[in-house]
């Protein structure tokens, strides 16, 4: 995302390298790994971190945001939103035939053309990327682990209420009583998605192997 406040400590970096180095124990081509945490759990931070931990161990990472991929564009979302209930935050949001045609281009080297928000404008542009010689996905977002054709997923365990700071630092969106039900609303969603993570980013910031 365009404009988007990158709160960078070294427990992203740290999580980072242990997550690069399970990344080069693997193999094939064209892989990649998805991100996903509540707002505020490090989410844009971890995928920077890694994509520049890739870059210095030879390997080109493209980071990609599955937040630019809503339906409804950010202008018009909380409206929305609003209109139809708490109820209607959640997985049904995302234009997932978009995010999963961006993997495709990447996994056969094609150029793609991907929504990119600019977060001052709230305005989506059109992002042309060419995919050729780019090695690894990085997929970070709310509900990234949830998209088809997934390498690794890795899941942040902390809460909305664990990341209030880091909420108010971004100040993305105004805290009000309609953000806490959105953030209250997401954090249910994307808690039912744990079960699906290879790796875990517990509250300390240390990978653990998810428990199947």
């Known amino acids: 995302m365009l404009g988007d406040v990158l709160l960078i400590e070294d427990k992203h970096r740290e999580a980072a390298k242990k997550i690069k180095k399970k990344l080069l124990a693997g193999d094939g081509p064209k892989r990649v790994v998805a991100i996903s945490g509540e707002s505020g759990s490090g989410k844009s931070e971890l995928s920077h971190c890694l994509g520049r931990a890739l870059k210095d161990a030879g390997i080109r990472a493209k980071v990609l945001h599955s937040d630019n991929y809503y339906h409804v564009p950010p202008r018009d979302r909380n409206r929305w939103r609003q209109a139809h209930g708490p109820e209607s935050i959640g997985l049904d949001e995302y234009n997932w035939a978009a995010i999963e045609k961006t993997i495709e281009d990447f996994k056969n080297n094609r150029k793609s053309e991907m929504p990119c928000i600019d977060l001052v404008t709230d ?90």
């Open 123 to 212: 305005q989506v542009d059109t992002l042309i990327t060419d995919f050729s010689g780019i090695d690894l996905l990085v997929l970070d977002g709310l509900y990234a682990i949830n998209t088809r054709g997934v390498d690794l997923r890795v899941f942040i365990d902390l809460t909305f209420h664990e990341t209030k700071k880091a909420q108010l630092l971004r100040g993305k969106e105004k805290v009000d009583d309609w953000r806490m039900t959105v953030l209250e609303q997401e954090h249910r969603v994307v808690s039912s998605l744990r079960e699906k993570a290879d790796l875990i980013v517990n509250k300390s910031y240390e990978i653990e192997a998810a428990k199947g």
